[in-house]
């Protein structure tokens, strides 16, 4: 089991829990697991943490529709909710916000099936994720967007690592500021790997498989 301990920075009320060590992702090894299972679960935390979220973004850009990745679509609610509240517009005929959670398919690419692709196809899409560490998700996402005939309006994380994907400006509640030597390696030179210490966990957006 790994020991979890809660960042001593907080925003409003949304917690951080993080533990170092050595774990493996999918494009990465990493010095830290951050979990933000509470964040995407929890009801109280979910909507807490939508409202430093929205926070964060400038209401002068319409947003139709949250493409919500990583098992996010109950924070994505409450993400709806709060961007309605603080007057985020709309350009979609029925005046709301929709919230889609896209397929994967074997080569982690986003799929839409054709009774979702209006819900993106000419609407203003923001992405978003539990965690941005190395871009590559938050790439597909806007690929998949861009194919799919909308318009990029946002990325949004719980955590990110990176400031910028493709030009999109990554906007979070935490940063890797607020964790200053996290640090991720490609699995080829990772120098816990190089100087023998064994991965403790395999991690993605679900938790983490202890070893």
Known sequence: MIQLSQLPIRYGKVPLRVAPGHFATNHSHINYYIDITYNKTRLSEAKETARELVSHFINNTPVDTIICLDGTAMLGGWVAEELTKTGFRTLNAHQTIYVIEPEMNN?????????????????????????????????????????????????????????????????????????????????????????????????NCHGYSAL
Do not use: W
Not at 113 to 135: W, Y
Not at 140 to 156: D, F, L, P, S
Not at 165 to 180: A, H, L, Q
């Open 107 to 203: 080569q982690s690419m986003i799929l839409l099936r054709d009774n979702i692709q209006n819900m993106v196809k000419g609407k203003h899409v923001m992405v978003l994720m539990a965690s941005c560490t190395t871009g590559v998700t938050a790439r597909r996402a806007i690929e998949a967007i861009t194919y799919y005939g909308g318009y990029v309006a946002g990325v949004a994380a719980i955590y990110r690592a990176v400031d910028e994907v493709d030009g999109y400006p990554v906007r979070s509640v935490y940063s890797v500021s607020d964790i200053p030597d996290y640090q991720s390696y490609d699995a080829r030179e990772c120098p816990f790997c190089k100087r023998g210490v064994r991965l403790e966990a395999l991690i």
